[in-house]
């Protein structure tokens, strides 16, 4: 499975961006899928998961309440909603493929896509 992911930008305190995640090759519809981010000098965080059928979602404390994961099967492709957003939100976020929601969230991925870069200003 290729991953790639668009949608970054530079935005203002308390603006949204949706970030979009196409995949290609294998059946998409297998796997469950998460977006992650990476702030300068610091660790790849988990930040949203959704399960294959896009029937249950998982998100980091930090952006529950203002991010929403969602997915189209027809199209290959998962979002990431992104709502009221926080100096604390620029990093690269990065889309992933796993085999369960839990292993997603525990970092166990199969495919990484290449990140996109989002910056809040203040």
């Known amino acids: 499975v290729q991953l790639q992911a668009s949608g970054g930008g530079l935005v203002q305190a308390g603006g949204s961006l949706r970030l979009s995640c196409a995949a290609s090759?294998?059946?998409?519809?297998?796997?469950?899928m998460g977006w992650f981010r990476q702030a300068p000098g610091k660790d790849r965080d988990f930040v949203a998961g959704i399960s294959w059928s896009g029937g249950s979602t998982y998100y980091a404390d930090s952006v529950r309440g203002r991010f929403t994961i969602s997915r189209d099967n027809a199209k290959n492709t998962v979002f990431l909603q992104m709502n009221s957003l926080k100096p604390e939100d620029t990093a690269v976020y990065y889309c992933a493929a796993g085999t369960s929601l839990g292993g997603i969230l525990n970092h166990q991925v199969l495919y990484w896509g290449k990140g996109t870069l989002v910056t809040v200003s203040s």
């Open positions: 090759g294998r059946s998409f519809s297998d796997y469950y």
